[in-house]
């Protein structure tokens, strides 16, 4: 076993969403375990209304596990992720339609900065303004990949794919 993935979905979404579900059978093809909260009840509350929730249910199964997870998440269920990584230790990040601030909550985006990371965005995100990635990920010095897609990323399913081999491949070796 290489270790425990938390697949966080975005909002208007499940845990059974494409994008979470076509990296879980990713992750567990390469020998992981994997977990994918499911947020509906929690996306009743709104966006802002949601942020709380969300951390607090992703806090708890990181508190389940015998090991820092890798966290991933799309749209909302990255920004939940950056923030949990604050709170809790985590062996990496990937994360896709990141927004930096969600209107009416209190914080914007932030995430542990001691750990793997990798931010994957579409060019034409019409939910999540690349410019404000693009400024958050160059001050930090992240790694971006940005893609000819919108905010879904659904044109871009095989190669996040294909990245998130590459990223856990690095995991499990170490670099």
Aim: charged letters at 20%; proline letters at 6%; glycine letters at 8%.
């Amino acid at each position: 076993m290489r270790g425990q993935i938390i697949l966080s979905h975005g909002s208007d979404s499940g845990p059974d969403a494409t994008k979470v579900s076509a990296l879980a059978a990713i992750a567990e093809s390469l020998g992981w375990t994997t977990q994918r909260p499911d947020y509906r009840e929690d996306d009743r509350l709104g966006y802002a209304g949601s942020v709380v929730p969300r951390v607090a249910r992703l806090r708890a199964a990181i508190d389940a596990l015998d090991a820092p997870p890798v966290l991933v998440g799309s749209s909302m269920g990255a920004f939940a992720s950056g923030l949990a990584s604050l709170e809790r230790p985590v062996a990496g990040m990937f994360l896709l339609a990141t927004p930096v601030a969600i209107p009416g909550y209190q914080a914007a985006f932030d995430l542990r900065q001691d750990v793997p990371s990798l931010l994957i965005h579409g060019w034409h995100d019409e939910m999540c303004p690349l410019d404000d990635l693009h400024d958050f990920a160059r001050r930090r010095s992240l790694p971006l990949l940005v893609l000819d897609d919108v905010h879904r990323l659904s044109s871009s399913v095989e190669t996040i794919g294909a990245q998130f081999r590459l990223f856990l491949d690095s995991m499990a070796s170490g670099q």
